[in-house]
């Protein structure tokens, strides 16, 4: 979608579309906001409405540029990803292939690059990719997606525009509204197709997707504090095993599985 359809921070995408449309184009950027928020989506459509010829500053999702930024063509466009099998991190060799691709010629105007879990990346990787933002090649538009941006150096930064999303203030109340739905047809033993309903009518998309999981996570745990009268009906132990499940079922989403796939799974194994 368009940049202006990120209704949830209306406020920032209005600065970001009037900043770009008037030519400024930074060559870092720190884009930051909870799990719940599709950072990577807003990346893409922020990286659309930086390549867009027909809507610049917003994106048509028409266009070659944005259709190809939309289904993962574009030849200009470089991912990174946090590795590992327990603790994932970015490291050094997935910045060191970057640089080696930011060096290629680009097909259109510039070369862009997403660096997800940004703030996971390790010293090393970080002070390598200080050079790059040092003395960019021109054009080139490097995003670092975040969580906190605390873990990252000071020197990285002070590099780079930040932009928060906030996701909106009001989803939280909405997601709690959903999730303890959910909750109440656990605890109640609810049948696997009524517990597939309630989620197919909350769950549109990845990032409803994450919002669940953050409200299921919060009455979990609020239930094992016992501010939560249904606490009472479950064990402790039952409980622990959801919230584990639920922790579970975020890294499957951060790894790209299928999120109808990963919160079916998830409540059959709190369900059974
Ligand atoms: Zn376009």
């Known amino acids: 979608m368009s ?25 870092a950027y720190i884009i930051e906001g909870d799990n719940c928020v599709d950072k990577e989506a807003f990346a893409r459509d922020f990286l659309k409405a930086v390549c867009c ?20 063509n574009c030849e200009d466009l470089y991912y990174v990803r946090a590795e590992g099998t327990t603790t994932k ?8 292939e970057l640089q080696e691709n930011l060096k290629k010629k680009p097909n259109g105007s510039r070369n862009m690059a997403i660096i997800c879990n940004a703030d996971t990346m390790t010293k090393r990787a970080q002070n390598r990719l200080l050079k790059t933002l040092e003395e960019p090649y021109p054009g080139t538009v490097i995003i670092l997606l975040s969580e906190n941006r605390e873990n990252l150096l000071d020197t990285i930064k002070s590099r780079c525009i930040f932009y928060r999303l906030s996701g909106g203030e009001d989803t939280g109340a909405e997601s709690l509204k959903d999730a303890s739905k959910l909750v109440d047809a656990l605890i109640e ?47 402790k132990e ?16 951060i790894m790209n599985v299928n999120y109808n796939y990963a919160l079916k799974n998830l409540v059959l194994k709190i369900g059974g």
């Open 238 to 253: 039952e409980i622990f095993m959801a919230v584990s499940l639920i922790e579970e079922a975020r890294r499957d989403l």
């Open 89 to 96: 991190s970015v490291k050094d060799d997935a910045i060191t």
């Open 189 to 235: 033993g609810e049948k696997f197709f009524t517990l597939k309903q309630i989620l197919s009518k909350s769950v549109k998309n990845r990032e409803d997707a994450f919002r669940m999981l953050d409200g299921l996570e919060r009455i979990y745990r609020s239930l094992l504090l016992e501010k939560d009268p249904r606490g009472r009906l479950l064990k």
């Open 53 to 72: 010829m027909e809507s610049p500053g917003d994106g048509c999702d028409r266009c070659v540029s944005c259709r190809k930024i939309d289904h993962d």
């Open 3 to 27: 940049l202006s359809n990120w209704k949830s921070d209306e406020k920032l995408v209005g600065r970001i579309s009037a900043s770009l449309r008037g030519g400024n184009v930074s060559h």
